[in-house]
C-alpha cells in the first residue's frame, strides 16, 4: 500500500547531478498508523484508514479515542482514508507507515487545501479585463460590468463568473516526481510546488495519470 500523510514544510531548491537547479517542497510524512482496514464484503468498498500527528488525549473525543484503542495506537489528530484500486489489502490494521514507502523517482498526486484569499472580485477570481479608466469610469476600472440576460430570460443565469470567496478548497496537483526521501528524518522532496501554506496537511498518493 502506497500512500503517506504529511505537513508541508516549505520550498527550497536542490542540485542535480549536472549542476541544474530543482525547486522542491518539502514534506515531513508521517510517521502514520493504519487505524482501519475497509473491506468491500464489510464497507461496500476497499479501502486504508491512516492517522497521522500524535496529540493529546484531551483533544479528542471519546469516539475517536475508542476507535484508536482498538489497536492499541496514540491519539492521532487526522485520519485520512486511501481508496485501494485492486482492491487488495496488504497491510494490518496498527501497521506504522513511514516516508520510505515511496522511493526517489516515484510520481505521485499531492492533495491539500489551498490557501484562503477572502472574498475576491473577478480581477483576481476569474482574471477578467479592468474596464476603461478614462471617459468617467474613475470608479469602475475593476467593476464586473453588466450581469443581465436582456428582457429573455429577464433573470441571472446561475453559474455566472462573479465575485465572492476564493481558496480554502480542496486541490491536487497531479503527476509530481519524488526527488529526496530521507527515511530517518520522515521527509519527503517532491519537485515543483503543491497546495496550501506551511504546516498544511497533505495526503501524497501514487500518481493516477502518469505523464513524463
Do not use: W
Amino acid at each position: 500500500m502506497k500512500g503517506i500523510i504529511g505537513k508541508k514544510v516549505g520550498m527550497t531548491q536542490i542540485f542535480d547531478d549536472s549542476g541544474s537547479v530543482i525547486p522542491v517542497t518539502v514534506i515531513e510524512a508521517g510517521p502514520c498508523y493504519v487505524t482501519q482496514v475497509r473491506t468491500a464484503e464489510r464497507d461496500g468498498y476497499t479501502a486504508i484508514q491512516l492517522g497521522y500527528s500524535e496529540t493529546k488525549p484531551q483533544r479528542l473525543t471519546q469516539g475517536q479515542l475508542g476507535h484508536l484503542r482498538r489497536n492499541n495506537l496514540p491519539a492521532l489528530r487526522y485520519l485520512r482514508e486511501f481508496r485501494l484500486k485492486n482492491g487488495e489489502v496488504d497491510v494490518e490494521e496498527g501497521t506504522q507507515i513511514n516516508a520510505d514507502v515511496f522511493t526517489v523517482g516515484d510520481r505521485v498526486d499531492v492533495i491539500g487545501k489551498s490557501k484562503g484569499r477572502g472574498f475576491a472580485g473577478t480581477v483576481k477570481r476569474h482574471h477578467f479585463n479592468r474596464q476603461p479608466v478614462t471617459h468617467g469610469s474613475s470608479d469602475r476600472v475593476r467593476a464586473p460590468g453588466s450581469i443581465g440576460a436582456g428582457s429573455t430570460p429577464g433573470r441571472v443565469i446561475k453559474g455566472l463568473r462573479m465575485g465572492g470567496h476564493m481558496g480554502d478548497e480542496r486541490v491536487t496537483i497531479e503527476n509530481l516526481e519524488v526527488v529526496v526521501v530521507d527515511a530517518e528524518r520522515n521527509l519527503i522532496a517532491v519537485r515543483g510546488s503543491i497546495p496550501g501554506a506551511k504546516g498544511g496537511i497533505v495526503m501524497i498518493k501514487p500518481a493516477r495519470v502518469r505523464r513524463g
